[in-house]
């Protein structure tokens, strides 16, 4: 049998509504980084066909202009659709646990709220806001799909 590479394909898409402001910091050499979650409901009906929902939080990180773009215009009850890729982080707690989340490090982030209409000479802003220098922080070897290594 034939040596198979598994594709590498990590790519996440989710709808829904802040639930708090972000938090907004930059990095030691000036990154600017942005953090926030999101609440994603799911609606279904149940055995007894009675309509249910569930709700999924999900922890957010967006860099550079679009950390920017997110600490100018969200706020707590914003609606996003977030486009990005799942990464995990290890830390230590002040217990000296260590800790490991999932988070999205978003790739595009479309405001879905609508703008009060105020007349504008610059016309009108972009909704959606995408981190131009994502595929910088890929090693090679991320970008790499040869099928024959």
Known sequence: MADFKMPELNSVVVAGNLTKDPV???TTNGTPVVNFSI????????KNDEWKED???????????LAESCR?????????LVDGELQS???????????????????RIQFLNKKPVVASEEGDE????T????????????TNLDSDK
Do not use: H
């Open 24 to 26: 907004f910091r930059q």
């Open 39 to 46: 609440a994603s409901n799911r609606r279904f009906r149940d």
């Open 55 to 65: 709700v999924c939080y999900v922890g957010i990180v967006a860099w550079n202009r």
């Open 72 to 80: 100018d215009k969200l706020r707590k009850g914003n609606a996003v």
């Open 89 to 107: 982080r290890t830390f230590r707690t002040e217990d000296g646990m260590n800790r490991t989340i999932v988070e999205i490090k978003a790739r």
């Open 126 to 129: 972009p909704t959606t806001f």
């Open 131 to 142: 981190d131009d220098n994502f595929d910088q922080l890929l090693t090679s070897e991320d």
